[in-house]
T-cell receptor
Framework: QKEVEQDPGPLSVPEGAIVSLNCTYSNSAFQYFMWYRQYSRKGPELLMYTYSSGNKEDGRFTAQVDKSSKYISLFIRDSQPSDSATYLCAMSVSSGNTPLVFGKGTRLSVIA | GAVVSQHPSRVICKSGTSVKIECRSLDFQATTMFWYRQFPKQSLMLMATSNEGSKATYEQGVEKDKFLINHASLTLSTLTVTSAHPEDSSFYIC????????????FGDGTRLSIL
């Protein structure tokens, strides 16, 4: 079993839809959880960063962490064609000088 | 603005060539930087941890003699792919830890390496 599982998609939704992206993980020591957005041929861009369990909202994006289920989610409200990208979940045991473990990424297409 | 600068963004070269990739931390000094590799439709996989002033730490299965890492200053780490072969073609990305406590990593824009 891989440390982080993420459905690669592709996921295609109409503009304005609510998008739900998810990852599961096996290492209960993970404490920090991130969502990155990656456009084609570009490096990952940080979207959301959360510590431990709970919800975090930033504009149209909401990140949820359920450590008891080892499950994290990213919701995108009112999706736009510009949201079309690959979304990567990532996690680490501690912050700072600790490498990240990534999911495979989910390719999202928002159709106008 | 950009926190991490990675150069070059694209390299196409013949088999047997050595290629150097630079990763610069623009906003702060970084004693540690990370190098990842991403194959098409795959996740980012950690290759090595670059440590300023000391040897890099390589992940299992990554040849240290093939992927030379030099972290000579607090703002620059370089990855040299020596005698590159077609199977080394990939997207190489560096990252820099955040400057404060509980800060996430920031990534460079990556280097797409194609070996003919």
């Amino acid at each position: 079993q891989k440390e982080v599982e993420q459905d690669p998609g592709p996921l295609s939704v109409p503009e304005g839809a609510i998008v739900s992206l998810n990852c599961t993980y096996s290492n209960s020591a993970f404490q920090y959880f991130m969502w990155y957005r990656q456009y084609s041929r570009k490096g990952p861009e940080l979207l959301m960063y959360t510590y431990s369990s709970g919800n975090k909202e930033d504009g149209r994006f909401t990140a949820q962490v359920d450590k008891s289920s080892k499950y994290i989610s990213l919701f995108i409200r009112d999706s736009q064609p510009s949201d079309s990208a690959t979304y990567l979940c990532a996690m680490s045991v501690s912050s700072g000088n600790t490498p990240l473990v990534f999911g495979k990424g989910t390719r999202l297409s928002v159709i106008a | 603005g950009a926190v991490v600068s990675q150069h070059p963004s694209r390299v196409i070269c013949k088999s047997g060539t050595s290629v150097k990739i630079e990763c610069r931390s623009l906003d702060f000094q970084a004693t540690t930087m990370f190098w990842y590799r991403q194959f098409p439709k795959q996740s980012l996989m950690l290759m090595a941890t670059s440590n300023e002033g000391s040897k890099a730490t390589y992940e299992q299965g990554v040849e240290k003699d093939k992927f030379l890492i030099n972290h000579a200053s607090l703002t620059l780490s370089t990855l040299t792919v020596t005698s590159a072969h077609p199977e080394d073609s990939s997207f190489y990305i560096c990252s820099v830890p955040g400057s404060g406590k509980n800060q996430p990593q920031h990534f460079g824009d990556g280097t797409r390496l194609s070996i003919l």
